[in-house]
């Protein structure tokens, strides 16, 4: 994963909680939760001291949520990638349901954007994902 600067965790951080609290079904907001607890790890990763912003029980409810979840998506990508003939694996978490972070993911990986996108829209009709 690329790392970026603190104020960049920061924003990434701040638009991710934004998310979690605009969500009101029981079940997104939980995955909501796990983004948070995703970004915060991130940037711990990336040498930078960010504060979880809730209690450690959230942090680890969060935690329960977010393994399964990344998972299924790194596996989702790495699929889709040696389908499309990508060079090296892709190792992406991205939301396979939004267009633009499909493009954004075959250009960053040298992979045709159009071929990519049919493919992922391919693998979705069968592929279990959490939200």
């Known amino acids: 994963m690329q790392k970026y600067d603190k104020t960049w965790h920061e924003q990434d951080l701040a638009d ?6 605009e969500e009101k079904q029981l079940l997104k907001k939980w995955s909501e939760l796990s983004d948070v607890v995703y970004t915060c790890t ?6 930078h001291d ?10 680890y ?13 790194w596996l989702f990508f790495k699929k889709a990638g040696k389908k ?11 939301n396979p349901k939004k267009t633009h972070k499909l493009h954004q993911i075959a250009e960053r990986n040298n992979i045709d ?8 829209e391919k693998q979705l009709r069968y592929w279990i994902l959490l939200p």
């Open 16 to 21: 991710e909680l934004a998310e979690y609290y």
């Open 42 to 47: 991130r940037g711990r990763w990336s040498g």
């Open 50 to 59: 960010l504060d979880f912003p809730f209690s450690y029980t959230k942090f």
């Open 61 to 73: 409810l969060g935690i329960v949520y977010m393994i399964p979840k990344y998972s299924l998506r």
């Open 84 to 94: 499309a003939g990508a060079k090296m694996p892709v190792h992406e978490v991205r």
């Open 113 to 120: 954007k159009k071929n990519f996108q049919l493919i992922c």
